[in-house]
Nanobody, 124 residues
């Protein structure tokens, strides 16, 4: 059974940094992609980043390019989202999700497996 367990998140001041982790079990990251998404109540879910292990491709939303970095540690079956220079537009519940690949339409596609979500708050 595929399971994604998230950790990290919390409260940070504007300009600060946080790192989110997503540990996968029930499958190996070697053959799967992990995407990070975020959602604010009343707004559509937004794709943040995706890393595809099969071809090594990485995608970022324009809103986070240059500030967020996605990475993976296949030995630990873990994907990370390093978030730097956090701004007031970044607060949301962040989710990791797994699929066979990212693909060009990764940000709007429904991934089949999801983590439990973690809150990120940016406030002074």
């Amino acid at each position: 059974q595929v399971q994604l367990v998230q950790s990290g998140g919390g409260l940070v001041q504007p300009g600060g940094s946080l790192i989110l982790s997503c540990v996968a079990s029930g499958f190996t990251l070697d053959y799967n992609a992990i995407g990070w998404f975020r959602q604010v109540p009343g707004k559509e879910r937004e794709g943040v980043s995706c890393i595809s292990n099969s071809d090594g491709s990485i995608y970022y939303a324009d809103s986070v390019k240059g500030r967020f970095t996605i990475s993976r540690d296949n030995a630990k079956n873990t994907v990370y989202l390093q978030m730097n220079s956090l701004i007031p537009e970044d607060p949301a519940v962040y989710y990791c999700a797994a699929d066979l690949g990212c693909g060009i339409k990764w940000s709007t596609r429904r991934f089949p497996s999801w983590g439990q979500g973690t809150q990120v708050t940016v406030s002074s």
